[in-house]
T-cell receptor, first 112, second 115 residues
């Protein structure tokens, strides 16, 4: 069973702080990793993806991947109240080009 | 900005009835997907579809479910003989291509309530 685990939170940070969201996965054959943001009652919205070890930056967001540790993270700099949402980690496995396996998500609250 | 659209936004049906959920993927995308999310639970993959056939399906996607691309723009999910446990948000997604560098973009979802 290919699992994707996230701390469900809630993670609470003050406005302007860095929020750090973590995800671990069980399948060493996993090849790509996606971060989605989901507001309550809404659909997942893609933030960014990463498939090489190291960091990938896009605006206030940085994804970090460590395949040896089977760990992927998302950092949100200068957190805003509008960033308050559930953040979903999703994994694409080797041998499947189609199926994303999602974690349950981490609820982030940014306090003004 | 192009987006995936879904109709209806909310569907209420009685147990045992058939429902069809509709999706219009992003126009230049070739790969289409259905996912579902039961309230409070994970987003779960149901099926992927390319070139008028299923590419991959999950254990959830049994004979009760079917997908179709009836014309050049719509992509549908049919659920026959609905059960109470089919109540969930159903999301359609699309991508230009499958694989590690191609993102899947999600539609707004259809909330299905089976009573």
């Amino acid at each position: 069973q290919k699992e994707v685990e996230q701390n469900s939170g809630p993670l609470s940070v003050p406005e302007g702080a860095i929020a750090s969201l973590n995800c671990t996965y069980s399948d060493r054959g996993s090849q790509s990793f996606f971060w989605y943001r989901q507001y309550s009652g809404k659909s997942p919205e893609l933030i960014m993806f990463i498939y090489s070890n190291g960091d990938k930056e896009d605006g206030r967001f940085t994804a970090q991947l460590n395949k040896a540790s089977q760990y992927v993270s998302l950092l949100i700099r200068d957190s805003q109240p509008s960033d308050s949402a559930t953040y979903l980690c999703a994994v694409l496995h080797l041998g499947s080009n189609y199926k994303l396996t999602f974690g349950k998500g981490t609820l982030l609250t940014v306090n003004p | 900005e192009p987006e995936v659209t879904q109709t209806p936004s909310h569907q209420v049906t009685q147990m045992g009835q058939e429902v069809i959920l509709r999706c219009v993927p992003i126009s230049n995308h070739l790969y289409f997907y259905w996912y579902r999310q039961i309230l409070g639970q994970k987003v779960e993959f149901l099926v992927s579809f390319y070139n008028n056939e299923i590419s991959e399906k999950s254990e959830i996607f049994d004979d009760q479910f079917s997908v179709e691309r009836p014309d050049g723009s719509n992509f549908t999910l049919k659920i026959r003989s609905t059960k109470l446990e089919d109540s969930a948000m159903y999301f359609c997604a699309s991508s230009e291509s499958p694989g590690q560098v191609y993102e899947q973009y999600f539609g707004p979802g259809t909330r299905l309530t089976v009573t």
